[in-house]
Protein backbone atom coordinates (compact mmCIF):
# COMPACT_ATOMS: atom_id res chain seq x y z
CA UNK A 1 0.00 0.00 0.00
CA UNK A 2 1.33 3.24 -1.22
CA UNK A 3 -1.22 5.58 -0.66
CA UNK A 4 -1.34 7.51 2.63
CA UNK A 5 -4.54 6.53 4.18
CA UNK A 6 -6.88 8.88 6.29
CA UNK A 7 -8.89 8.51 9.14
CA UNK A 8 -10.96 10.75 11.56
CA UNK A 9 -13.08 12.73 9.48
CA UNK A 10 -16.73 13.66 10.72
CA UNK A 11 -19.13 15.93 11.05
CA UNK A 12 -19.29 18.78 13.84
CA UNK A 13 -20.25 21.55 15.38
CA UNK A 14 -18.95 25.02 15.15
CA UNK A 15 -16.42 25.59 18.20
CA UNK A 16 -15.80 21.61 18.04
CA UNK A 17 -12.65 19.61 17.60
CA UNK A 18 -11.61 16.10 15.73
CA UNK A 19 -8.57 14.73 14.85
CA UNK A 20 -7.65 13.65 11.64
CA UNK A 21 -5.02 10.45 11.41
CA UNK A 22 -2.84 9.42 8.73
CA UNK A 23 -0.61 6.23 8.16
CA UNK A 24 1.68 6.10 5.52
CA UNK A 25 3.72 2.81 4.56
CA UNK A 26 7.13 4.35 4.27
CA UNK A 27 9.04 7.40 5.95
CA UNK A 28 8.67 10.11 4.08
CA UNK A 29 10.58 13.81 4.41
CA UNK A 30 7.49 15.85 4.09
CA UNK A 31 4.06 15.08 5.37
CA UNK A 32 1.09 17.07 5.64
CA UNK A 33 -2.85 18.14 5.58
CA UNK A 34 -3.90 19.38 2.72
CA UNK A 35 -7.86 20.24 1.83
CA UNK A 36 -10.51 21.39 -0.98
CA UNK A 37 -13.97 22.94 -0.33
CA UNK A 38 -16.74 22.18 -3.03
CA UNK A 39 -15.86 24.79 -6.18
CA UNK A 40 -12.25 25.48 -4.28
CA UNK A 41 -9.07 25.00 -5.20
CA UNK A 42 -7.21 22.42 -2.93
CA UNK A 43 -4.85 24.71 0.11
CA UNK A 44 -2.31 23.12 2.16
CA UNK A 45 -3.04 23.34 5.84
CA UNK A 46 -0.34 22.05 7.98
CA UNK A 47 3.51 20.20 7.08
CA UNK A 48 6.07 18.71 8.84
CA UNK A 49 9.83 17.93 7.79
CA UNK A 50 9.78 14.71 9.42
CA UNK A 51 13.54 14.69 9.95
CA UNK A 52 13.87 17.99 12.17
CA UNK A 53 10.47 17.82 13.22
CA UNK A 54 9.71 21.25 12.13
CA UNK A 55 6.07 22.05 11.70
CA UNK A 56 4.47 24.47 8.97
CA UNK A 57 1.05 26.29 8.95
CA UNK A 58 -1.47 28.11 7.02
CA UNK A 59 -2.49 31.27 8.02
CA UNK A 60 -6.13 30.00 8.48
CA UNK A 61 -4.57 26.97 10.54
CA UNK A 62 -2.30 29.02 13.24
CA UNK A 63 -3.18 28.65 16.67
CA UNK A 64 -6.15 26.10 15.74
CA UNK A 65 -4.72 23.15 14.37
CA UNK A 66 -1.59 21.11 15.05
CA UNK A 67 0.29 18.48 13.14
CA UNK A 68 1.88 15.68 15.28
CA UNK A 69 3.85 12.34 13.67
CA UNK A 70 4.49 9.41 15.52
CA UNK A 71 7.28 7.82 13.55
CA UNK A 72 7.53 4.60 15.16
CA UNK A 73 4.18 4.20 13.78
CA UNK A 74 4.51 5.96 10.53
CA UNK A 75 1.60 8.66 11.07
CA UNK A 76 0.76 11.68 11.27
CA UNK A 77 -2.11 13.31 13.01
CA UNK A 78 -3.58 16.74 12.60
CA UNK A 79 -6.12 18.22 15.96
CA UNK A 80 -8.44 20.59 14.72
CA UNK A 81 -10.04 23.13 17.40
CA UNK A 82 -12.03 25.73 17.42
CA UNK A 83 -13.64 24.82 14.16
CA UNK A 84 -15.10 26.75 11.83
CA UNK A 85 -17.83 26.22 9.18
CA UNK A 86 -15.20 27.57 7.02
CA UNK A 87 -13.15 24.25 7.89
CA UNK A 88 -15.53 22.12 6.14
CA UNK A 89 -13.44 20.11 3.61
CA UNK A 90 -12.03 17.22 1.97
CA UNK A 91 -9.07 16.60 3.88
CA UNK A 92 -5.93 14.66 2.04
CA UNK A 93 -2.66 13.51 3.62
CA UNK A 94 0.14 14.10 1.59
CA UNK A 95 3.73 12.23 1.50
CA UNK A 96 6.92 13.74 -0.63
CA UNK A 97 10.28 14.85 -0.21
CA UNK A 98 11.95 18.14 0.57
CA UNK A 99 14.86 19.75 -1.40
CA UNK A 100 15.62 22.48 1.19
CA UNK A 101 15.24 20.76 4.31
CA UNK A 102 11.74 21.86 4.66
CA UNK A 103 7.99 21.53 3.32
CA UNK A 104 6.04 24.63 2.99
CA UNK A 105 1.94 24.47 3.02
CA UNK A 106 2.00 26.84 0.70
CA UNK A 107 2.70 24.77 -2.33
CA UNK A 108 2.80 20.92 -3.04
CA UNK A 109 5.24 20.77 -5.71
CA UNK A 110 6.99 18.50 -3.18
CA UNK A 111 4.36 15.76 -2.85
CA UNK A 112 4.69 12.54 -4.18
CA UNK A 113 1.88 10.94 -3.04
CA UNK A 114 -1.49 11.77 -2.17
CA UNK A 115 -4.32 9.58 0.08
CA UNK A 116 -8.20 9.27 -0.85
CA UNK A 117 -9.20 11.80 1.71
CA UNK A 118 -11.72 11.93 4.46
CA UNK A 119 -14.40 14.61 4.85
CA UNK A 120 -14.65 17.31 7.87
CA UNK A 121 -17.80 19.25 7.81
CA UNK A 122 -18.68 21.59 10.33
CA UNK A 123 -22.20 22.98 11.19
CA UNK A 124 -22.99 26.17 12.35
Known amino acids: QVQPVESGGGSVQAGGSLRLSCKYTSWRACMGWFRQAPGKEREGVATVFTAGGNTYYAASAKGRFTISEDKAENMVFLQMNSLKPEDTAMYYC????????????????????WGQGTQVTVSS
Open 94 to 113: AAGVSTDGSCSPNESSWVRR
